[in-house]
């Protein structure tokens, strides 16, 4: 995504839903940097249940956390067909660790109306 697209996507859309079983989270869309279709993560050992492992996103490596599981749900263990992967900015702006992938059965994107 080009920094020009980032910038219409960052002002057209107002929020992304991630469906989290009986739980929603509702993301900024500014918080959003991309959602890409579900793919495997590297494992990391001894990890809490919600940190599913890292994402190779971009020649970078990013934590992939469950929705689900950091919610207190139980752990999806097979990704749906819709599953995706929301990476987003990390809240806290740390330079070491700016992204977070966020595993969620769909995502649904809401828009400003012109």
Do not use: H
């Not at 819709?82 to 990390?90: E, K, P």
């Amino acid at each position: 995504m080009t920094e020009a697209e980032r910038q219409q996507f960052t002002d057209e859309v107002v929020g992304i839903v991630l469906p989290a079983g009986g739980a929603d989270l509702l993301l900024p869309g500014s918080a959003v940097v991309e959602i890409v279709g579900y793919r495997s993560v590297s494992a990391v050992e001894k990890a809490p249940d919600r940190l599913l492992g890292n994402l190779d996103w971009r020649e970078r490596s990013v934590p992939a956390v469950s929705v689900a599981a950091a919610s207190g749900q139980s752990v999806q263990t097979e990704p749906g067909r819709r599953s995706c992967l929301v990476v987003c900015y990390t809240p806290s702006g740390n330079q070491a660790l700016p992204y977070l992938a966020l595993l969620a059965r769909a995502a649904f994107a809401f828009a400003r109306k012109p």
